[in-house]
């Protein structure tokens, strides 16, 4: 029913909302090892204050599935005493937790000033067209996905590139990225180089 | 000025206890555990030392104002993430020197009688974290931290808490919030965090170097700390050059280093073949200065009284081959997407002056626009609960209060005339 009498009712039209339901995901229990990792974890922080490892919790999720699922968040809520929602609530505001299922690897661009700068926007474009990609999608193979990240804190090697959240890759070029890639499809893991330390006095 | 903080960073072992053991490592600490932590609260206020995070609030008086008669536990946070555009020197210190940054937690939470420094770390920071809790087990086994410290019966627990890619999180009450389990969205103050913040418990928030700083001061004594810089803004700083310049990176100095000696002396200078535009002094939250405005000390007060802020002493340099609306844009999409949605102006204003400046750098904007930027901005600044609001708005200020001819070029022209050998073929789409 409409409330108006000259517009009919069409929610598709009236109500965009670009929030997405979370992905049910299969069942979801964590692992012993993991299971035993977020406990030794809730032991830092005051017994009626296990909200506080909320962070930790998701990321395990995200170590286990790849992505959070709707399943993977109940289990942490049933863990942490919290609702479903209040754990939903945290997972969808930080943007280290993937929402949706991504590829193997998660290659994050730098995009803000200082990167930028150094001309990030080029191995951007680079990366898209070495993956034949957009920013925002996963490769038909479900190896890569491009995203733009805000500021890594590591303007004095602009521009980086991060990938899956902990392997920072510096100095970065169409060129370097272009061998990032085709390393990541020879060897794998053994590509990710870290975070190699430079430092100027 | 020898480095203080940053001596040791380029030794390869420089970040083990062995090594910080050999370089009067945890001195600072064996002296303030013999000292009252009245005393050691009265010499830091009596250094000036002032926070390094950003507003340059003196740090011994946060840790005065901590409530002393409570039966709540008191905390220590040290904020860890550096996420403003520009900063990169907490993560140096970390990385290299991560002992200095757990003595400093440590003096802090025996001058402030608390038994636990949480050290909130921004989650993209996995590597430096990793060094962080290696050399921090170290630390517990050799008694430094835990039970009983040092034999004096005094005990503190360190605990490093990951956070998960939150710019926000980087403001003291959001953080508090991001630690409880919750969204990073900032609180309503007062009560100030020295009154209610973790768990609603006394809290002293405070950022990585200025932390590091203490253990000096305690050691070496306020005269040796206040004959380091100009009145008021003592002490070793933490420079951070990026941007256009030949050697960026993390360069130690006292404030009476001016800006042009940090750009042209330490980090070398604008790249060759090109010359100065535009420089953000303080993290790109604050107001940029023109090249004539340069000749200033790299201090609190002095950049304030040239109009802009030292911040978080991020220099970013920007040579003539950076359109000013494009920077805007860059910037304005940091904020928008930052914007952690609690205030109206700011998550709504982000929004619309995003759109704004994208019209005007494609070229379709009209002059209105560069008036309507002016507007929204002024109605984004000092109407937030905190200080982001002002920061979304300041890029795009400063940029049409510097640059207003380039706004109005790309409004004639129908696109950007500033030719550039780094901006991308296409404009990068954001796709979050």
């Known amino acids: 029913m409409s409330f108006h009498p000259l517009m009919e009712y069409d929610p598709g039209r009236f109500h965009h909302s670009e929030r997405k339901i979370a992905d049910e995901g299969a069942p979801f229990v964590f692992t012993p090892e993991r299971r035993a990792k977020l406990d030794e974890i809730l032991t830092e922080y005051p017994p009626e204050r296990k909200r506080s490892a909320v962070l930790a919790a998701l990321y395990l999720v995200q170590e286990q599935e790849g992505y959070l699922t709707a399943n993977g968040m109940r289990h942490v809520a049933g863990i942490l005493d919290l609702t479903p929602a209040e754990v939903e609530d945290v997972a969808t505001y930080y943007v280290m937790f993937f929402k949706e299922k991504v590829g193997k690897y998660v290659l994050q661009v730098c995009r803000t000033l200082s990167c930028a700068l150094n001309g990030a926007e080029r191995v951007t474009e680079s990366l898209s067209e070495k993956l034949g990609i957009k920013v925002g999608e996963t490769d038909p193979s479900g190896m890569f996905t491009l995203l733009e990240f805000e500021c890594l804190g590591a303007c004095d090697r602009a521009p980086v590139v991060m990938v899956n959240n902990e392997h920072w890759h510096e100095h970065a070029t169409p060129e370097s990225c272009s061998k990032l890639i085709d390393d990541i499809k020879a060897k794998g893991e053994a590509a990710l180089s870290g975070c190699h330390l430079k430092v100027e006095k | 000025m020898d480095p203080v903080l940053t001596r040791y960073v380029r030794e390869p072992n420089g970040h083990t206890l062995d090594f910080f053991l050999q370089h009067q490592g945890y001195e600072g600490l064996k002296k303030a555990l013999a000292m009252k932590p009245g005393d050691v609260i009265e010499m830091v206020k009596a250094s000036g030392l002032r926070g390094r995070g950003g507003a340059g609030f003196p740090t011994g008086l946060k840790w005065q104002f901590v409530l002393k008669d409570t039966p709540l536990p008191k905390y220590i946070a040290c904020n860890a993430d550096e996420s403003e555009p520009g900063t990169f020197k907490d993560h140096v210190l970390m990385e290299r020197n991560p002992h200095l940054v757990f003595e400093g937690c440590l003096i802090g939470c025996w001058a402030i009688g608390a038994k636990v420094a949480y050290i909130y770390i921004r989650g993209e920071f996995y590597h430096v974290q990793k060094v962080l809790e290696a050399e921090l087990a170290k630390a517990y086994d050799k008694g430094y931290v835990g039970k009983n410290i040092l034999g004096t019966g005094f005990d503190c627990d360190i605990v490093i808490h990951r956070g998960a ?268």
């Open chain 2, 165 to 432: 890619g939150a710019y926000e999180a980087g403001e003291e009450t959001a953080l508090i919030e991001s630690f409880e389990g919750k969204r990073a969205q900032p609180r309503i103050k007062p009560p100030f965090p020295a009154v209610s913040g973790i768990y609603n418990c006394p809290t002293a928030v405070n950022n990585v170097e200025t932390l590091c700083n203490v253990p000096g001061i305690v050691l070496n004594g306020v005269e040796w700390y206040t004959s380091l810089g100009p009145d008021k803004n003592f002490g070793p700083k933490l420079y951070c050059v990026s941007g256009h310049v030949k050697k960026p990176g993390v360069y130690e100095a006292t404030m009476k280093t001016t800006l042009r000696e940090l750009i042209f002396d330490y980090a070398g200078g604008v790249r060759d073949g090109h010359r100065l535009k535009a420089v953000i002094p303080g993290g790109s939250s604050v107001p940029m200065l023109l090249p004539d405005q340069l000749d200033i000390p790299a201090s609190f007060d002095d950049v304030a009284k040239a109009g802009s802020m030292l911040g978080s002493a991020a220099i970013i340099v920007m040579d003539e081959t950076t359109c000013m609306v494009w920077v805007a844009k860059n910037l304005m999409y940091f904020y928008r997407h930052e914007s952690c949605g609690k205030c109206t102006p700011c998550r709504e204003g982000g929004d619309w002056l995003y759109k704004i400046l994208t019209r005007l750098e494609n070229g379709e904007g009209s002059m209105r626009d560069i008036d309507l930027i002016a507007s929204v901005a002024g109605n984004i600044a000092g109407k937030t609960l905190c200080p982001f609001g002002d920061a979304a708005a300041a890029p795009a200020l400063t940029t049409v209060k510097n640059f207003r001819s380039e706004f109005e070029d790309h409004v004639r022209e129908g696109r950007c005339t500033v030719p550039s050998d780094w901006r991308g073929w296409r404009v990068a789409a954001g796709a979050h």
